[in-house]
């Protein structure tokens, strides 16, 4: 079995989202989403319009996500690649080179993003 992990926040989900999980399950048999607590959020200085369950919810509700975890902190990546036994690490491309130090431990991808959609996108036209 070809185990994949995958980062974010994963709110205001959107058909880019959907791409890319199904392009990361793709890669593999099972697909492991780790998605940022609202603690770490706050830390990032992003701000979700959903919270921590109600995402997780949303995601574990998606047929390509088979397992949803928290991203607690930025140093949990090799940790949770070696727990999990992760074959293969998978970011959008606009994370490119930023975690190829997982490159010792499995295959990491970087995926293109889906062209003319993010969640930053969407909350900037609500604000129109």
Not at 36 to 64: G, M, Q, T
Not at 75 to 93: L, P, Y
């Amino acid at each position: 079995m070809r185990t994949v992990l995958t980062y974010g926040t994963y709110d205001l989900i959107h058909y880019g989202h959907i791409n890319l999980l199904k392009r990361a399950k793709g890669l593999g048999d099972f697909l492991i989403v780790a998605l940022s607590s609202d603690e770490f959020n706050l830390l990032k200085h992003k701000e979700a319009y959903h919270k921590f369950e109600e995402r997780k919810l949303i995601l574990e509700s998606i047929r390509y996500v088979d397992l949803v975890i928290p991203e607690e902190n930025w140093d949990q990546k090799i940790e949770d690649v070696k727990k999990f036994k992760v074959d293969v690490f998978v970011m959008g491309d606009d994370w490119e080179g930023k975690f190829d130090f997982l490159k010792d431990f499995c295959e990491v991808i970087y995926l293109p993003r889906t062209p003319d959609i993010s969640t930053s996108k969407i909350k900037t036209d609500l604000k129109k």
